[in-house]
T-cell receptor
Framework: AQTVTQSQPEMSVQEAETVTLSCTYD???????LFWYKQPPSRQMILVIR??????QNATENRFSVNFQKAAKSFSLKISDSQLGDAAMYFC?????????????FGTGTRLQVTL | GAVVSQHPSRVICKSGTSVKIECRSL??????MFWYRQFPKQSLMLMAT?????????EQGVEKDKFLINHASLTLSTLTVTSAHPEDSSFYIC??????????????????FGPGTRLTVL
């Protein structure tokens, strides 16, 4: 079974600074997706970034980028120029590629605080 | 991105009653919908996966007779908590996945989440 591990329950960053959230996963599959989701206090899950495992290039979305190390099964999220609105729970998630049976496996989450 | 709505956003009910939660994909057709449960300060726990027109697939440990899921159309899935008890109080989140596009090509195959429903059973 696939597992996703987030070893940082809480992180803190100053506004305008950079922070990296860690995620490791375990799978025997070669093709899969990896995601970072944000859950602000409203509890609406928002997709931050997505990475296909076959792509060697790290995904980026504006201030958000990932460091995807497939051999090490590591998928960290870097938030640059942190803003107060980035404060939220961040969940790393894994999903196999194929079929309607594929489902997301979430990590336990990292709570990010952004301070002035 | 695509929008998934959930109704109601908050419900309080008495122990023993049944509660229905609706999940709708507003601007796309979702062949697959998911129901999650989230306890405070915890991650999302998948309860079941439903495909339009077929029976839902429940995760291990989830009582199918207690949590009835119906996926009657490509835009609507419902979760009914039957004979609710205080231990069923939780935050329930639905999610819908975009499916195949024309000629069998995958669209973005992305999963969108509803805003959640807070259930409180007294």
């Amino acid at each position: 079974a696939q597992t996703v591990t987030q070893s940082q329950p809480e992180m803190s960053v100053q506004e305008a600074e950079t922070v990296t959230l860690s995620c490791t996963y375990d799978t025997s599959e070669s093709d899969y997706y990896l995601f970072w989701y944000k859950q602000p206090p409203s509890r609406q899950m928002i997709l931050v970034i997505r990475q296909e495992a076959y792509k060697q290039q790290n995904a980026t979305e504006n201030r958000f980028s990932v460091n995807f190390q497939k051999a090490a099964k590591s998928f960290s999220l870097k938030i640059s120029d942190s803003q107060l609105g980035d404060a939220a729970m961040y969940f790393c998630a894994y999903r196999t590629y194929t079929g309607t049976a594929s489902k997301l496996t979430f990590g336990t989450g990292t709570r990010l605080q952004v301070t002035l | 991105g695509a929008v998934v709505s959930q109704h109601p956003s908050r419900v309080i009910c008495k122990s023993g009653t049944s509660v229905k939660i609706e999940c709708r994909s507003l601007d796309f057709q979702a062949t697959t919908m998911f129901w999650y449960r989230q306890f405070p300060k915890q991650s999302l726990m998948l309860m079941a996966t439903s495909n339009e027109g077929s029976k839902a697939t429940y995760e291990q440990g989830v009582e199918k007779d207690k949590f009835l899921i119906n996926h009657a159309s490509l835009t609507l899935s419902t979760l009914t908590v039957t004979s609710a008890h205080p231990e069923d109080s939780s935050f329930y989140i639905c999610s819908a996945r975009t499916g195949l596009g024309l000629a069998g090509l995958f669209l973005r195959d992305e999963q969108f989440f509803g805003p959640g429903t807070r259930l409180t059973v007294l």
